[in-house]
């Protein structure tokens, strides 16, 4: 079974932190998915990565950015944590048979 | 407004019943996929159809997909308590790596 890991369950920061979460997969997958999910907005791509050191924007990448070092690995980065960045957070990797395996999510608060 | 767009927002039925979803979405497609998505929890990957596809079965569950008319359906049949969920459709956009989801069902499946 595919196993798709985030960092954390639950974070809480301070505006202006600088904020890393963490995503893992043990698949071998190509493409992984950063996504952030708010209530009535359903998820929103933020950024995915085709291989690495390769990284493509989503709809809504502004105040994040990205990092892919290890294939396994994709990383999304606060840079300076707001407000309005408090929301669920799901990490997805994808095979070849154009499945999306999600992590079990993080949910931050930015104070 | 978001690529796929769930119908309804809501949907409280009996165990035994069938349920029934729909999605809509606004451009090219090379796939159509729906996710479950427990409270709290990251999503589950279901059923994937391709756009050469009009229907496609798996246990309980039928997805249909009119091209066409740009929308699927998603059916659980003998509906259990256990299918208590949010339900997302994610259509895979032609000629790109993304994805876009919907804003989700919530189903509610009273025992």
């Known amino acids: 079974d595919v196993k798709v890991t985030q960092s954390s369950r639950y974070l809480v920061k301070r505006t202006g932190e600088k904020v890393f979460l963490e995503c893992v997969q043990d698949m071998d997958h190509e493409n992984m998915f950063w996504y952030r999910q708010d209530p009535g907005l359903g998820l929103r791509l933020i950024y995915f990565s085709y291989d690495v050191k390769m990284k493509e924007k989503g709809d809504i990448p502004e105040g994040y950015s990205v990092s892919r070092e290890k294939k396994e690995r994709f990383s999304l980065i606060l840079e300076s944590a707001s407000t309005n960045q408090t929301s669920m957070y799901l990490c997805a990797s994808e095979g070849r048979q154009e499945t999306q395996y999600f992590g079990p999510g993080t949910r931050l608060l930015v104070l | 407004s978001q690529q796929g767009e769930e119908d309804p927002q809501a949907l409280s039925i009996q165990e035994g019943e069938n349920a029934t979803m729909n999605c809509s979405y606004k451009?090219?497609?090379?796939?159509l996929q729906w996710y479950r998505q427990n409270s709290g929890r990251g999503l589950v990957h279901l059923i994937l159809i391709r756009s050469n596809e009009r229907e496609k079965h798996s246990g309980r569950l039928r997805v249909t997909l009119d091209t066409s008319k740009k929308s699927s359906s998603l059916l659980i049949t003998a509906s259990r308590a256990a299918d208590t969920a949010s339900y997302f459709c994610a259509t895979g956009l032609s000629g790109t790596y993304k994805y876009i989801f919907g804003t989700g069902t919530r189903l509610k499946v009273l025992a």
């Open positions: 451009t090219s497609i090379n796939n």
